[in-house]
């Protein structure tokens, strides 16, 4: 019969892992503890390594916001957008064609849409840790949701 395990995680940390874009780094959640802990991708260092899957159940690899998850909500965003002006420079973006630049970038030009991307973006990051800890048996999620949620009003 399993345990129950109550630790304290810092959302804070928490999220800044989740929302990092450092794929130099691959960062863990120690469920023993609540640490929140990164080590180099590139590491060669393979004690790190074998400690960490030997010890698979204790420390849980939180997934990085990488290029994919950028262009997926980058995507959903272009979607939803009725200037054509600002629709062509954001496809134009995604699609590497020049002019291109970073979307916050040319968002920073229109104000409106740029909270619109934002919004979105909050959302798909809350989503997006709502179900890895649903996954992972983290069963205090809605209460870091709303402290979430809270947080960004």
């Not at 892992?17 to 130099?24: E, K, N, P, Q, V």
Request: charged letters at 30%; hydrophobic letters at 35%; aromatic letters at 10%.
């Amino acid at each position: 019969m399993a345990s129950i395990h109550s630790v304290e995680i810092s959302l804070e940390d928490l999220l800044g892992a989740f929302t990092s874009g450092h794929l130099d780094k691959a960062y863990y959640l120690d469920r023993l503890t609540g640490d929140i802990f990164s080590v180099p991708s590139s590491s060669d260092n393979n004690e790190v390594r074998q400690q960490l899957e030997s010890n698979g159940e204790r420390f849980l690899e939180i997934p990085p916001f990488d290029y994919q998850s950028e262009r997926q909500i980058a995507s959903e965003f272009l979607e939803k957008i009725s200037d054509p002006e600002l629709r062509l420079l954001l496809n134009n973006s995604l699609a590497g064609r020049k002019p291109f630049g970073k979307i916050e970038d040319i968002l920073s030009f229109y104000p409106h849409e740029e909270g619109r991307f934002a919004l979105l973006k909050d959302k798909f990051l809350s989503n997006r840790l709502k179900s890895w800890m649903e996954e992972n048996n983290l069963f205090a999620a809605n209460a870091i949701l709303q402290d979430l949620k809270h947080a960004r009003e």
